[in-house]
């Protein structure tokens, strides 16, 4: 058993674990054989000394299939037959150590049987996470005076202020980290002390949300004070579910699938919400509210695509980044370039504040100024960024780009005939020889399915060849903001009523299933099936669906068409969406990089 006055066995089961006594590598494989094959194991050295939390760390995380500190370790399901096998092929040296919890007095000499069963993880080829302990503790002494030395280790540091002080991400922006972190944290861990979930909370922070929205809805001054309020609260909310999620490491499937998708509903439902708000005013803003989604959207698939396209390039640097790097040791400008790109706290926190003191249309107005400008200031980094170094990208990153492009059959088709460099170019003008005619053409002109159909050839053509190229992380953000535009500027020019209603409600959609597409790349699943993707058009079947209908129907009937296609396309994702996320093969994909939203 652990040494007298060792708490080893209670923190093991205050973590969840039914601890049993193996006496050697024979009766640690015969233990392991024995246990219900869907249960997580944990190994862990008799002779450990370190804090409750650096257990937890290893021992509990759900994300890893197996994970380690000195002393300890664990594994998920499926490892435990590499784990057996290695337990089985250790010999009698570690007689001593024991299974996943402990067994006789201390025998200071002996191997530690969770570091080698660890290596034989590696050495089968299963990825065994270590995670950064810090100030925490986690060793197996290696006689009486270390184990003092290590247990006065243990007393110096508190890891529950370690713990709490985790629970916040390290980069975040400038009004979350001074203005909701310093008590979403203790909001957290009163949420884990009562059993609450993060996916309750994330919950509360949506329901929260659309009460505010409903508030905006009302038009009144006094509607539009308290949705202010409560959009501030639902951030907080928003804030302490994932600080929840690290502070108790409650990861799942659904709650990836509930944070990648509630932020996005909640700010959009808020648009529609103040959009309806004004119209009880007589002021019709559903043009503003439509491009501020649109703005928004495209502006995360900007980042997105970067992202995906240079985070495994090789060769992978450039003069701009390291004068990136260089100006983040200057304390200050961290957070001005952090505010300038106007992330989720700042947005969210300037428009509660307009939305209370101004009108709707203001609201939108600066929120359109300010987003364009950080649209502006990003892309062009990010142009630089890419022009300037001399990576060299993956197949991996180039399929990822061309699932971002979102290719319908007609693409797909065009693609097919020949094979044209320069994706960057062909998509952009694709895009300018269809929206010109959108914006110079009277609604509903012949002229406008002409350039339609010539951005559909050249939506194939752009992505006919593998998009390696310095720049073609800009061909899905192209193609999106050519999507929405159209939608938004056919709608606009309608005059049909309820037009500009129904097409905010057929580009929230799609942009649903943009991101959707997104995270299950993000989690390493690839995109959503090919079989969806054709049946919902792709991005250039529907900008021809939508021009033919404006063509078609005028006045009602092309409101009736967005409606419908909107339904449709929300159906389709949506059941096959959540079909996904709550599978078992989903990923546990949550946000750990601090990259502003």
Known sequence: MPPVGSSLEADLRSLGFDVRVADGAAAVAATLAALPTGDRVALVDHRFVGHVHSLRLALTDPRFPAAAVHGAVTARPEARPALLRAASALDGRYADALVGAQPAAPSWSVPVLPDALAAGLEAEGIAVHRPDLGVLVADVPADGPARTRAQAAVAATDDEAVRLRSAVKSRDGFFTTFCISPYSRYIARWCARRGFTPNQVTTASLLTALIAAACAATGTRPGFVAAGLLLIASFVLDCTDGQLARYSLQYSTLGAWLDATFDRAKEYAYYAGLALGAARGGDDVWALALGAMVLQTCRHVVDFSFNEANHDATANTSPTAALSGRLDSVGWTVWARR???????????????????????????????????????TTAGRVLRSVTRRARRTDRAA???????????IAEAVSRLT????????????????????????????LTLIGAAVYAVFAGLAVAAPLKGPLDWLVPPVFRAAEYVTILALAARSDAPGALPAAFGLVAAVAYHHYDTVYRIRGGTGAPPHWLVRMIGGHEGRVLAVTVAAVLWQGRGFTIALTALAAAIALAVLIESVRFWVSAGAPAVHDETGEPA
Do not use: H, N
Not at 399 to 409: E, I, M, R, V
Not at 427 to 434: E, H
């Open 419 to 446: 094979r044209v460099k320069g994706a960057p170019v062909l998509a952009l003008a694709g895009t300018v020889l269809l929206l010109v005619p959108l914006w110079w053409q009277p609604a509903g002109s012949r």
């Open 339 to 377: 505010m300038i790109i106007l992330p989720i706290g700042e947005r969210w926190a300037l428009i509660a504040v307009l939305t209370a003191l101004t009108t709707p249309r203001i609201v939108f107005v600066v929120l359109l100024i300010g987003c364009a400008l950080a649209a502006c200031y």
């Open 399 to 409: 399929q990822a780009l061309y699932d971002l492009a979102d290719s319908g059959p």
